[in-house]
């Protein structure tokens, strides 16, 4: 096998792994949902100032004391901010070196890996770059998904904690601290870090709102929104969480009515998208040359690319017929 037949192979493949991965990926928040936070949060006069700011000042302690593999991957990378965010989201204490190191070792390890199976150089130090930097980005991703679909879970909990407590006479700050005791997991973390940076100096709308920006989930920006239009319009906070509370229930419900009917679609998807590697692997386990052919004969290569492109396709439609916002 060439070496260019070997690299035309292996880009097919990684490129058919990045398009089903990326179709039943969990849809990001859409430009109209987008649009309606910013508008909310533009009707009221939040003392925050820009995002990417309050970011950058809550991460200038942590900054202060990077090691040198930190600083020195934060050369190499594009955006190094962005990437300690989302480390940050996970809920770890992970750096951007120990990341960085982490990319490299996995890369170093598929490298040699590749050669023992008997890759060239070339083709075994591409497939190990691109999967040494997609595969930690994918486990990041996965970890922060799990963290945020625990901290919706329990945030209605949460909710009706501050609830009870402002109509036991508490203060919203209090009852905050409440919070970040008596509740576990990520939303105890999470109002803990409000708490503490409200004892700092920083007022509880901007540190509502660097949590909000930070966390990036839909349930928490209305819950700053809603506190916020409290604020400057008066009335009942504890009603109007209250309502909340219920209402994100609600929307927790119809997610897990949708994830239900749904579920039959992503199980036929997931088998159409199996059966073609799993029949070729049969057949090459029956007879190796028929099937070696489709490695020689650039015709059956390009009959193998072009299958691999309409899997591709196929998948990313049936994802997104399968995808309700809510």
């Not at 859409?30 to 508008?39: E, I, K, P, V, Y």
């Amino acid at each position: 096998m060439s070496n260019a037949t070997t690299l035309i192979l292996a880009l097919g493949v990684f490129l058919t792994l990045m398009l089903t991965m990326a179709a039943f990926s969990a849809p990001g928040r859409s430009r109209g949902q987008t649009r309606r936070l910013a508008g909310l949060r533009g009707r009221v006069a939040l003392d925050v100032g820009k995002p990417m700011e309050a970011v950058a000042a809550s991460r200038g302690i942590a900054l202060a004391g990077d090691t040198r593999m930190d600083k020195a991957f934060a050369r190499l990378l594009p955006n190094p901010a962005k990437l300690a965010t989302r480390l940050d989201r996970t809920g770890r204490d992970w750096t951007v070196g120990q990341y960085g190191m982490a990319s490299a070792g996995l890369a170093f390890g598929l490298l040699i890996l590749f050669m023992i199976l008997g890759l060239s150089f070339f083709s075994a130090l591409l497939l190990g770059v691109l999967l040494g930097l997609w595969m930690p980005h994918i486990i990041v991703g996965r970890m922060i998904a799990k963290r945020c679909n625990k901290f919706v879970i329990r945030f209605p909990d949460a909710i009706d904690l501050l609830v009870r407590g402002l109509r036991s006479g508490l203060p919203v700050s209090e009852t905050m601290a409440v919070v970040a005791l008596e509740i576990p997991g990520p939303v105890g973390e999470e109002f803990r870090a409000v708490t503490d940076r409200m004892r700092i100096g920083r007022s509880m709308d901007a540190a509502l709102q660097d949590t909000a920006d930070r966390l990036d989930i839909a349930e928490f920006r209305f819950f700053v929104i809603a506190i916020a239009i409290q604020r400057e319009t008066g009335g009942n906070l504890a009603e109007t969480l209250a309502n909340l509370a219920e209402v994100l229930r609600k929307r927790a419900q119809m997610k897990l009515k949708i994830k239900a009917m749904s579920s039959e679609s992503k199980a036929s998807a997931y088998i159409i998208g199996v059966l073609p590697f799993a029949v070729f692997g049969m057949i090459w386990m029956i007879n190796q040359p028929y099937m070696a052919r489709f490695f020689v004969d650039p015709r059956l290569m390009l009959v193998g690319a072009a299958g691999f492109a309409w899997m591709g396709l196929g998948a990313f439609i049936m994802s997104r017929m399968i995808s309700f916002e809510i």
